[in-house]
């Protein structure tokens, strides 16, 4: 039996697998338009489209902001969709440094204030998750509604024992000479998170592997996601100041993939937040987007509805 991502912190997972619709490309609607947006001291690569409430896709590691073509297209109805490439990943610029959270949600600050956004939903997944929650944390104004999805929060409820977990020793893998280690094996260093993480391996395309393999092997592209993981005991700091005086006020939307992070999504933001809606999405592992995008679509579309 494969271990779920976080298995030895949450045994509530439920069984039912359902099938996954997945998208067919990685080419967002004809109408998105691609900027490259000066922010923050750093260059940040942006698909934008539609209009209406804004709403802001932030990605994680193992993807880029492609991962959203299908909420995007969904959202582009009656929304602003603004869906950034992360520091040093994708088609972003690769700093030498700004990779603590706090850094870049001033980096998503500014890619707002580029599009006229005064105040947004923030949907996120993964590391995206922990830009998401500093971005609420310092600009509390300027998010109307978090949805959070599968993947903990540094420093938030029970971090420490996230930490030993040993599914995620890559947590701590990092420096130059795993660079070098990597180095020309980049499909390899990620298939094994496409594989382990998942609730099973074809449920994450060879299309999908090709595309962010591809990505993941520009020059800088694999120190910059060392260097997010390496910002993980900072990004625990700031999150613990911020929690030491304060807690989030917004309506939260903590997902959880039912063969993954499950019913223990909902757990860490009830340690940060006042206002939280559980959910699940069925049959999914760690990679919502590929596994059963039409059910995530739809509990984020729901959420951000109410």
Known sequence: MRLPLLALLSAALLGTATGAARADSFDF??????????ANGTTIHVRAGGSGPPVVLLH????TGDMWVPLAAELARDHQVIVPDLRGLGLSARPAGGFDKKTQAADIAAVMDAYGAARADVVAHDIGN??????????PQRVRKLVLIDAPVPGVGPWDEVLRNPLLWHFRFGGPDMERLVAGRERIYLDRFWNEFSASPDHFPE???????ALYALPGAMHSGF?????FDQDAADNRGFLAHGRLAMPVLAVGGQKSFGPMMATVMRAAADDVTEAQVPGSGHWIMEENPAATTRIV???LAR
């Open 29 to 38: 609607p004809a109408a998105f338009a691609v900027r490259d947006v000066p």
């Open 60 to 63: 994680g590691y193992g993807e």
């Open 130 to 139: 922990m830009v998401a929650f500093q971005v609420a944390a310092r600009y």
């Open 227 to 231: 260097a997010q993981f390496a910002a």
């Open 207 to 213: 299309a999908a592997r090709v595309h962010y393999a």
């Open 301 to 303: 579309l729901d959420f």
